[in-house]
């Protein structure tokens, strides 16, 4: 902020003096900074910023970023996110969730906010596993792998979010991946602009537990679909 009051937007304008408490190498780190990129570059005031979280690894992100905040039970930052924008229409309004937070412990509010279409932005942080409670297996663990509570391999198939977003009707989807930081901020960019709700889904390694779908699993498998050639008006395409 200068001498008049007026605020110079860069990823700075959002730092807290919270400590972080990740572990060294987390997903999170790559997520949290396209966020506050994300923000920068849309000009937005901390004031004018709400995030809610819920339970998990994830649910620290309202402590690092300077904005209005708020960090509840487990499942449910999505109908506090939704209170907060019924409440004051002018707000930016986040909602972060992991994949056991969102996908499962809050699936059904998921579902009903793509009914709802309510304006606010969901970023969920899929590691494909708990990973604050240690690596149990989550919805969108693959199948086979071996957990603290699958010690002979998942035998469920997998949840697909993104085919349960774009089937439900949400009106923005997208999945980026927390090691491309650059991407990931364009995406999450969109989705706050987008008037209605909107899911950034975003593979996010967990260093810890996750021993599987590491930074270089994904990245021998990520790609882009704008350079891919895909419309996204092609509903058929995306599933």
């Not at 300077?66 to 939704?82: C, D, Q």
């Not at 996750?210 to 050639?229: I, M, Q, S």
Request: glycine residues 10%; hydrophobic residues 35%.
């Amino acid at each position: 902020m200068d001498a008049k009051g007026n605020v110079n937007f860069d990823v700075n304008t959002y730092n807290t003096k919270e400590m972080i408490q990740w572990c060294p190498g987390c997903g999170n780190f790559g997520i949290l900074t396209a966020i506050k990129m994300a923000l920068a570059e849309l000009k937005k005031q901390p004031h004018e910023v709400v995030i809610s979280s819920g339970v998990g690894c994830n649910s620290k992100i309202p402590h690092y970023v300077m904005t209005y905040g708020f960090e509840g039970l487990h499942g449910r930052p999505v109908p506090v996110a939704e209170g907060i924008k019924l409440a004051n229409h002018k707000l930016t309004v986040i909602a972060e969730g992991g994949d056991g937070d969102g996908y499962q412990e809050g699936i059904q509010h998921f579902i009903h906010v793509m009914r709802r279409n309510h304006d606010i932005t969901y970023i969920v942080h899929d590691n494909q596993l708990y990973g604050l409670t240690t690596g149990q297996a989550s919805a969108t663990t693959l199948l086979g792998t071996k957990t603290k509570t699958t010690l002979h391999g998942v035998i469920e198939t997998p949840l697909n979010p993104i085919l349960l977003a774009i089937d439900n009707g949400a009106t923005y989807v997208a999945r980026g991946f927390a090691g491309d930081i650059p991407h990931l901020k364009e995406l999450i960019k969109g989705a706050i602009a987008h008037k209605g709700f909107s899911l950034v889904e975003i593979f996010q390694p967990c260093v810890t537990f996750n021993k599987l779908n590491t930074y270089e699993w994904f990245r021998e498998r990520v790609y882009k679909l704008e350079e891919a050639g895909h419309d996204p008006r092609d509903k058929k395409a995306a599933r």
